[in-house]
C-alpha cells in the first residue's frame, strides 16, 4: 500500500477506538437502564454497532500488520506499475481520466484511486505510454491509450 494509504488506515483505527468505542459503550450503558433487555431496540443496535466496530478494527489491524509500504517518490520508469498515475484516454469516446493504481483498502474511483486488482489495473500493469490496452468491464469491453504514466 501506498504511505498515504497507511495513515488513512492508522487515523481510521484510531477513531474507531478513541471515539467509536467510548461512544458505543455509553449507548450499551444508558439502554442497560432503561431495564429489559430483551426488547430494548436501542441496546440491540448498540450491541450490533459495537460488533460491527470490533471486526473493522479487527479487520484494519490485521491488514496494517500485514501491510508493505511503497515510497512512491522512490519509484520512476516508463512503464505502469503499483503507485504510478496513469493517464488514459478512451479510444472510443476520445474522454480522458486519470488514475492511480493503489491497494484495495485504499482504492476509491471518486478520487482517481483504483485497486490494484481492478479489471481496469491489471490490463494496465506492465503498459507503457502509447500502448493501448483492453478492459473487459461489466459494461462490455473498453480500449483505452496510455497517455502519461507518472509516480507521485
Same mark, same amino acid.
Given at each position: 500500500m501506498t504511505e498515504q494509504g497507511h495513515v488513512a488506515i492508522i /487515523?481510521?483505527?484510531?477513531? +474507531?477506538k478513541s471515539v467509536e468505542?467510548?461512544?458505543? %459503550?455509553? /449507548?450499551?450503558?444508558? /439502554?442497560?437502564?432503561h431495564g429489559d433487555l430483551s426488547e430494548n431496540?436501542?441496546?440491540h443496535a448498540a450491541k450490533e454497532q459495537q460488533g460491527w466496530t470490533e471486526a473493522r478494527v479487527a479487520e484494519l489491524e490485521d491488514? +496494517? *500488520?500485514? /501491510?508493505?509500504?511503497?515510497? +512512491?517518490?522512490?519509484l520512476s520508469g516508463d512503464s505502469v506499475k503499483f503507485g504510478a498515475t496513469v493517464k488514459l484516454v478512451d479510444e472510443d469516446t476520445d474522454e480522458k481520466s486519470?488514475?492511480?493504481i493503489v491497494g484495495e483498502f485504499e482504492a476509491d474511483v471518486k478520487s482517481?484511486?483504483?485497486s490494484i486488482t481492478s479489471p481496469i489495473a491489471r490490463a494496465l500493469i506492465g503498459k507503457s505510454v502509447g500502448? *493501448?490496452?483492453?478492459?473487459?468491464?461489466? $459494461?462490455g $469491453?473498453? *480500449?483505452?491509450? %496510455? +497517455?502519461?504514466v507518472t509516480f507521485k
Open positions: /487515523a481510521e483505527v484510531k477513531h +474507531l468505542r467510548p461512544r458505543i %459503550i455509553k /449507548a450499551i450503558a444508558e /439502554a442497560r437502564e431496540a436501542e441496546y491488514v +496494517l *500488520s500485514r /501491510a508493505e509500504v511503497i515510497d +512512491l517518490s522512490k486519470t488514475y492511480q482517481g484511486k483504483i500502448d *493501448s490496452v483492453e478492459v473487459n468491464t461489466p $459494461g $469491453g473498453k *480500449s483505452y491509450e %496510455i +497517455l502519461k
